[in-house]
């Protein structure tokens, strides 16, 4: 197949090129330097391909505190890049089945985390825009397959982790800093300090789970809203532990900030709809894939600016 994909230099969209392209398909990678998604016809030089999936991950968002100080521009930023794609998909592509990202964040931790809920109710006020705006980019799908009979699906991801993270000193998502710090602890006798008080529960699932899945669903399910998830989720102190013991150091010595940001205290995703579609769903076990990615983290090290 022709399969177009936004945010292709990201963590997901690099391992997700790789593996369409080990399944013999054509892959045009797009990214911040050779598509600004923020111009309206950035997208009309790719025009000459009729595309069969256009794989939309492309966002303007980083991990930890970021969100808190760039609502109004993740409102303006990433609703510009959604809607271009939209529209650029309807006007040109209407061949192409359309594959996003939703996010986690945007449910109500009022409510329980199925799809039928993922419009409704308001999510956590630190994520508030950035979720808002995955909620109108969901709503886009349906308001286009509705008017135009244009074909979607909408994968909503809990936090992914694996090897290949960025190595440019940005903020990381809890599972990649909570080994950058453990690491960096041990080899240079330093003390590894948390946000929050421990407790706080958290969902991963390795990127190549996450990959496979999405290319089975895309090539399986038409105009739905999935969760992807492990269907469990961990305390903080938990996976610490198992860094710690991965590692060789002592978790007693770690220290923890309650009084840093810490973003919802529990959020796992309900995964039932992605059983019925993948009955024999298989994950790689947690100490497995943090095996692979504190290996890798080992090998990147010198990349690597410490941050506490």
């Avoid at 594959?99 to 039928?116: D, N, R, V």
Wanted: hydrophobic residues 40%; glycine residues 8%; charged residues 20%.
């Amino acid at each position: 197949m022709e399969i177009l994909v936004t945010g292709a230099t990201g963590f997901l969209g690099t391992a997700l090129c790789v593996h369409l392209e080990n399944l013999g398909h054509k892959v045009y990678r797009l990214n911040s330097k050779n598509c600004d998604l923020q111009q309206g016809n950035s997208l009309l030089k790719f025009n000459q391909i009729a595309y069969d999936q256009i794989y939309h991950l492309a966002a303007w968002t980083q991990a930890g505190d970021f969100c808190l100080y760039h609502q109004g521009e993740q409102w303006i930023v990433n609703q510009r890049i959604n809607t271009n794609v939209l529209s650029w998909w309807q006007q040109y592509q209407p061949q192409a089945k359309l594959i996003s990202m939703g996010t986690s964040c945007a449910y109500s931790p009022e409510l329980p985390l199925t799809e039928e809920n993922y419009l409704m109710g308001m999510p956590i006020d630190s994520l508030f825009t950035y979720a808002m705006t995955k909620r109108m980019l969901y709503a886009g799908h349906l308001a286009l397959q509705k008017q135009y009979g244009l074909k979607y699906l909408c994968l909503v991801p809990s936090t992914l982790y694996g090897p290949g993270y960025h190595t440019d000193g940005r903020q990381m998502h809890f599972i990649f800093d909570l080994i950058r710090k453990i690491i960096w602890a041990k080899l240079y006798d330093e003390t590894v300090i948390l946000w929050g008080d421990g407790n706080q529960c958290r969902e991963i699932v390795f990127v190549d789970d996450f990959v496979n899945i999405s290319i089975h669903l895309a090539n399986n399910i038409d105009n739905q809203i999935i969760n992807i998830g492990a269907g469990e989720e961990f305390s903080i102190k938990y996976f610490a532990k198992l860094i710690c013991e991965n590692v060789g150091y002592d978790f007693d010595l770690i220290q923890f900030d309650t009084e840093r940001y810490v973003g919802a205290k529990s959020k796992c995703l309900e995964v039932q709809k992605l059983r019925h579609y993948i009955p024999d769903l298989s994950l790689t076990s947690l100490e497995l894939g943090l095996g692979k990615t504190i290996d890798w983290f080992r090998e990147q090290r010198p990349q690597f600016v410490p941050r506490n």
